[in-house]
């Protein structure tokens, strides 16, 4: 597997690649890399020649009280894990290699970034939109592959695609969970041992939604209130929202009469975490 560290030398090899009329799956992480992540690359393995994935702990996603420094790091182990599911190539640039010092242009969507995570933190899709525009630039993949863990990003991301004509498609993949339910996340790292036995909250509270679901509750509010009295009953939770909302255009709704996403983000003491399920459609 080859590492790489500057854009010219991805640029050259995915030349190469195309030349010899190979497809190119890419598949964009934050790096410390988990079965969650690894899922992505195998299917993006299984679906395609030639695989990439980045690994870019990408600052302009996050806001200057969030936890960019803090966020956990470890490149070999990442190496590690994407010789072994297939990958062909890492691509983990410097900060100033993707930004330099005079960077101003940037990808802001409106309507699909306005609920859910959007409100908490008004500027982390025109990061993420920014950056994975410039990765899909750099990359120019036939494939690229994204988590349902991260529901919204992913509408956003297939929003973007389509309304900037982008020359690929976006393939969503199901949530990898622990054994015990709770949504496999880099953040999971973060959580004391009493911590991470809380954070079981938020899937219990996911579970119970989709089953009143899934049993033909159509009221929304209903569900909601289940799933909130759930968290609430936690005494290290600290609810952010428990929201619904139409898949894939991320409207809040109130009633389930078509596809919808059910989407929670949750504080377990200092630790944000999320979670959701969708219904009615595949992620
Ligand atoms: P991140 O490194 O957190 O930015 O995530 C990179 C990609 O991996 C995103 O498309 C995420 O949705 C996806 N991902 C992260 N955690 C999971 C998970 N538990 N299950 C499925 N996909 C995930």
Same mark, same amino acid.
């Given at each position: 597997?080859?590492?790489?560290?500057?854009?010219?030398?991805?640029? @050259?090899?995915?030349?190469?690649?195309?030349?010899?009329?190979?497809?190119?799956?890419?598949?964009?992480?934050?790096?410390? %890399?988990?079965?969650?992540?690894?899922?992505?690359?195998?299917?993006?393995?299984?679906?395609?020649? @030639?695989?990439?994935?980045?690994?870019?702990?990408?600052?302009?996603?996050?806001?200057?009280?969030?936890? %960019?420094?803090?966020?956990?790091?470890? %490149?070999?182990?990442?190496? @590690?894990?994407?010789?072994?599911?297939?990958?062909?190539?890492?691509?983990?640039?410097? +900060?100033?290699?993707?930004?330099?010092?005079?960077?101003?242009?940037?990808?802001?969507?409106?309507?699909?970034?306005?609920?859910?995570?959007? @409100?908490?933190?008004?500027?982390?899709?025109?990061?993420?939109?920014?950056?994975?525009?410039?990765?899909?630039?750099?990359?120019?993949?036939?494939?690229?592959?994204?988590?349902?863990?991260?529901?919204?990003?992913?509408?956003?991301?297939?929003?973007?695609?389509?309304? $900037?004509?982008?020359?690929?498609?976006?393939?969503?993949?199901?949530?990898?969970?622990?054994?015990?339910?709770?949504?496999?996340?880099?953040?999971?790292?973060?959580?004391?041992?009493?911590?991470?036995?809380?954070? %079981?909250? $938020?899937?219990?509270?996911?579970?119970?939604?989709?089953?009143?679901?899934?049993?033909?509750?159509?009221?929304?509010?209903? +569900? $909601?209130?289940?799933?909130?009295?759930?968290?609430?009953?936690?005494? $290290?939770?600290?609810?952010?929202?428990?929201?619904?909302?139409?898949?894939?255009?991320?409207?809040?709704?109130?009633?389930?009469?078509?596809?919808?996403?059910?989407?929670?983000?949750?504080?377990?003491?200092?630790?944000?975490?999320?979670?959701?399920?969708?219904?009615?459609?595949?992620?």
């Amino acid at each position: 597997m080859i590492l790489e560290k500057t854009i010219d030398g991805v640029k @050259k090899q995915v030349k190469e690649w195309k030349a010899q009329g190979l497809s190119v799956g890419f598949v964009p992480t934050m790096g410390f %890399l988990h079965e969650g992540h690894q899922s992505l690359i195998k299917r993006a393995v299984e679906e395609n020649d @030639k695989v990439v994935v980045s690994v870019f702990v990408n600052p302009i996603q996050f806001a200057p009280s969030e936890d %960019l420094e803090a966020y956990p790091r470890d %490149l070999d182990a990442d190496m @590690k894990l994407c010789e072994e599911t297939g990958a062909d190539m890492l691509f983990n640039p410097e +900060v100033f290699e993707m930004y330099g010092d005079t960077f101003t242009t940037f990808v802001d969507m409106t309507g699909v970034t306005q609920e859910l995570c959007g @409100k908490s933190r008004p500027t982390h899709f025109k990061g993420v939109c920014t950056v994975v525009n410039k990765l899909f630039n750099i990359v120019t993949p036939d494939k690229a592959y994204f988590g349902q863990k991260d529901a919204q990003q992913l509408a956003v991301i297939r929003r973007m695609v389509r309304d $900037l004509n982008m020359n690929l498609k976006i393939v969503g993949c199901p949530i990898i969970r622990e054994q015990d339910g709770l949504a496999k996340s880099s953040r999971n790292t973060y959580l004391s041992a009493e911590e991470r036995k809380a954070a %079981l909250v $938020l899937s219990k509270a996911i579970f119970a939604g989709q089953q009143m679901v899934q049993n033909g509750e159509k009221d929304g509010d209903k +569900v $909601l209130r289940i799933m909130t009295d759930i968290i609430e009953a936690e005494p $290290l939770a600290r609810i952010d929202y428990v929201e619904m909302v139409k898949w894939d255009t991320i409207e809040v709704c109130h009633e389930i009469n078509g596809p919808i996403l059910v989407a929670i983000a949750v504080y377990i003491g200092k630790t944000r975490l999320i979670d959701n399920f969708i219904y009615g459609m595949e992620g």
